[in-house]
């Protein structure tokens, strides 16, 4: 069985700090990492995704996310925000040893203030 | 590369009454993935088809949920003698065969049972 934790329904920062959205997760195999947004009235979005190699991914709209194997975490980050980050971001895993379906996390809504 | 397209987006429906929602993926993805979202829950995985193939289906599915991609493009999801608790966002995603691909996402299909 896989399983995603999403901790925080929450998170709110101010435009210009920096921000985390904290994921945990559960795989038998190899973790498969994703993490999407959905912005109101849109389908969710692929923001990046962890595979193999360099711990620390890069994705779209400045985001990244460091994969620690040891904390089955995969939490997502930003050095500075924006007003238009805020939004409901989801975690997902699949696991590699048979790559079916991905299992998503109930997400944390984002919300960053001027 | 037109993106995943669902339809209806909006279907109002009395108990009991059957529902089809379609999807058409992006055309040259072969897998396709059927998710349920409800209000304030991250998307739940439904069923998945690797070209004209069913190859995983969630136990949680009643057997009131029937889905079919016949020719390997187009998917069909149906659902029969709808009640209440059916009331969610039907998500369709596509990816490519590529194990570590991610999911690419329609705007969905909202159903009301009423």
């Known amino acids: 069985a896989q399983s995603v934790a999403q901790p925080e329904d929450q998170v709110n920062v101010a435009e210009g700090n920096p921000l985390t959205v904290k994921c945990t997760y559960s795989v038998s195999g190899n973790p498969y990492l994703f993490w999407y947004v959905q912005y109101p009235n849109r389908g969710l979005q692929f923001l990046l995704k962890?595979?193999?190699?360099?711990?620390l991914v890069k994705g779209s709209y400045g985001f990244e996310a460091e994969f620690n194997k040891s904390q089955t975490s995969f939490h997502l980050k930003k050095p500075s925000a924006l007003v238009s980050d805020s939004a409901l971001y989801f975690c997902?895993?699949?696991?590699?040893?048979?790559?079916?379906?991905?299992?998503f996390g109930d997400g944390t809504t984002l919300t960053v203030k001027p | 590369d037109t993106g995943v397209s669902q339809n209806p987006r909006h279907k109002i429906t009395k108990r009991g009454q059957n529902v089809t929602f379609r999807c058409d993926p992006i055309?040259?993805?072969?897998?396709l993935y059927w998710y349920r979202q409800t209000l304030g829950q991250g998307p739940e995985f439904l069923t998945y088809?690797?070209?004209?193939?069913?190859?995983?289906k969630s136990r949680l599915l009643s057997d009131r949920f029937s889905a079919e991609r016949p020719k390997g493009s187009f998917s069909t999801l149906e659902i029969q003698r709808t009640e209440q608790g059916d009331s969610a966002m039907y998500l369709c995603a596509s990816s490519s065969g590529q194990y570590t691909g991610e999911l690419f996402f329609g705007e969905g299909s909202r159903l009301t049972v009423l």
């Open positions: 088809f690797q070209n004209e193939a069913q190859l995983e």
């Open positions: 962890y595979i193999t190699g360099d711990n």
């Open positions: 055309s040259e993805h072969n897998r």
């Open positions: 997902a895993v699949r696991d590699g040893t048979n790559a079916g379906k991905s299992t």
